[in-house]
């Protein structure tokens, strides 16, 4: 027995030993994220002991930098060795596999096909019950088993009522899924159903944006789908059908409209009565991407009919929005006072309140090759790299924690908290569109890690105490598109990618061609403008010279007033 006192002495000394290293030298894990991986020790720790107080480099860890704005002198870490060897960022995911990475590491054809059908049932659960138990309100209650529209005895739940606004909301939304699903037949009967049924004559208060993204965005990308002469999704022509989609997208774009009136900056208010327009108690507050992303709809709308106007007002709120930006930083905030133009909101970061801004400069510019639209997202994506990044410096190698983007002051830089949204989970596909995809897939892999972990995408996350913030998942698709959009193999023989065209998402998913038709703008031939010897200068057009009244036809207030008494029969 005397043998085995030895041994269980020795593993206790051994055991001591190490914990005394461990407090001695504060050989801990990183404060970073709990990747699959375990940080054995934390190699700046390990630096900072040879370097002494020498190193002065900024710190890649989260965490240390979180404290470096309380504590200046703080701001040490390790630098990277010419000699560290280069290793993949997947590299990180090898090593304790779990049976979630066994079975989806890779994509076998006959694995592809029933996922593809599981999606495809997914899709029809919800669609079917929604048809069968609330249409023709806009939801589905799925604990009632029963329709859902506005709540018109509490005006003040905005979390219901911005959204909806009694005009079978859900059927619009599907129209172009039904369509990529190849579904011709239901298409054709939602798309009647829309025709006969839809109107947006209501006493409904929405907020702007949510009925732009939802509704108009929707009814345009249906119109242009049905109408297109190369037939991508086959021979889908419907009989007698004479632009009713686009007349209805143009009924609600105008109805819309009056939220650009009497904003002393542009930025138009965030909500609207469809009937009788801003409402006398709305507030003069809106967030950044609320105000800002608005153009792709409104630009393709007005291409489509040959108005400027709508493309005028998105392009007004978007040009307002960027003259606010911090002269220290380049950064914005998250909500801006309309009438004054002062910042509310002082976060920037890349979630809730300004995702959509920065990916809508970027889609304009692929969809109507404005170059002043890549100008500003060129500006702004510096900015966000140089101020809300945080990790190691390279994304596959060196030493620290993986790359993370961070909630910062937006005229300091400083860090505001330590959490991070699951709408940020959008700019992997951001950043692959713009053609920075080894970053794409270092920022995809780490809201990966964090899926692997729950299941799904907390709506907030504490990448400090490595924990949710807020523990729920409102189905949010933002990681989906951005792992499309790395690696698009899911269904290659939809004609999404069997066609000559090509595709791009609006941010709440409708499918639009990248058209030459968007590319020209018919009112131009009116008040053509001819191009300067020199390239101008970021913040002015080639047209800045024409006054905007002669440029864009006629003033807002006269094209508004005029659709309107052309819609009640005043004209």
Known sequence: ?????????????????????????????????????????????????????????????????????????????????GNSPKKSYLSFFQEGRDEYDKKYSSFPAALKVKMRGMARDMFYFGYDNYMKFAF?????????????????LNPSNININDVLGNYSLTLIDALDTLLVLGNVTEFHRAVK????TVSFDKDSTVQVFEANIRILGSLISAHILLTDPRHPFGDIALKDYDNELLHLAHDLAVRLLPAFENTSTGIPYPRVNLKKGVPPDSINETCTAGAGSLLVEFGILSRLIGDSTFEWVARR?????????????????????????????RQSGLGAGMDSFYEYLLKSYILFGEKEDYRMFSAAYESIQSHLRRG????????????????????????????????????PGLQVLNGDVENAICLHAFYYAIWKRFGALPERYNWQLQAPDVLFYPLRPELVESTYLLYQLFDEDNPLHKSESKYIFTTEGHVVP????????????????????????????????????????????????RQID???GLS
């Open 1 to 81: 027995m005397q043998w085995r006192s030895i041994v269980v002495g020795l593993l206790v000394l051994r055991v001591l030993l190490n914990c005394a290293v461990w407090l001695v030298f504060g050989l801990g894990p990183s404060w970073g994220f709990d990747f699959p991986i375990k940080f054995t020790f934390n190699l700046h720790k390990i630096e900072l002991l040879k370097d002494g107080e020498g190193a002065t480099v900024k710190s890649n860890a989260w965490a240390q930098q979180m404290y470096d704005n309380r504590n200046p002198q703080a701001n040490t870490c390790s630098k990277i060795s």
């Open 136 to 152: 023709p309100e806009d939801e589905l209650n799925p604990i009632a088993c029963e329709g859902r529209g506005p709540d018109v």
């Open 193 to 196: 159903l829309v025709i006969d």
């Open 317 to 345: 709120a978007v040009k307002a929005l960027w003259k606010l930006r911090s002269n220290e930083t380049g950064l914005l905030g998250n909500v801006v006072n309309i009438q004054t133009g002062q910042w509310v909101g």
């Open 392 to 427: 190691r410096e390279a994304c596959n190698e060196g030493e620290g924690d993986p790359p993370l983007y961070v909630n910062v002051n937006m005229f300091n830089g400083q860090i505001m908290n330590t959490w991070i949204d699951s709408l940020q989970a959008f700019f």
């Open 514 to 561: 990248i058209d030459q038709r968007f590319r020209e703008k018919s009112w131009e031939d009116q008040f053509p403008c001819e191009e300067p010897n020199n390239e101008p200068p970021a913040n002015i057009s080639n047209c800045e010279r024409i006054p905007e009244e002669r440029r864009y036809g006629l003033p807002l207030k006269s094209v508004y007033m």
């Open 566 to 568: 052309h819609m009640v």
